[in-house]
């Protein structure tokens, strides 16, 4: 179980590279939306979202405890789901995508109320969350931001 965890919270590796895992992992997130994922039907892509989450809870969770730390930098899964939520049912075009990942690294990154608030929640709910909200904090003004490019 704790090599499954480890994969899935690295997201196969990426949490493993020594310089800015979290934006990698989004980067690949982002890149596989835009290559294969937004061609997803939108039930299939919100179940592989929300399964993506509780998969992500539960590695986290293991793999926080295997190396001791609330929210170790080398678990990924969490900027992945937020990505693509971030991302859900943009059009594949470049400037969508782009403004989908700068925003949702933006909020990942700043954290700002009320989205420090979720890491409080416990174990890999807390890893999770936080990326969520900025995941649809991000959906949110990215449309707006779209509606006038």
Known sequence: MKTGARVLATFFGIGLFPLIPGTAA???????????????????????????????????????????????????????????IALAFLPAA????????????????????????????PGGWGIMADDVGAGLAAAVLGRLILLWV
Do not use: N
Request: net charge positive; aromatic share 12%.
């Open 94 to 121: 470049w400037v969508p995508v782009a403004v989908a990942f700068a925003l949702f690294r933006f909020f990942d990154i700043i954290k700002p109320w009320p989205i420090r608030r979720l890491e409080r929640l």
């Open 26 to 84: 989004s980067a690949v997130a982002a890149l596989s939306y835009g290559l294969v994922l937004h061609g997803l039907p939108g039930t299939l892509y919100a179940l592989l979202v929300i399964v993506l989450f509780f998969a992500g809870a539960a590695s986290s969770a293991v793999h926080a405890a295997e190396l001791g730390r609330p929210d170790p930098g080398r678990i990924v899964i969490d900027e992945v789901c937020g990505q693509l």
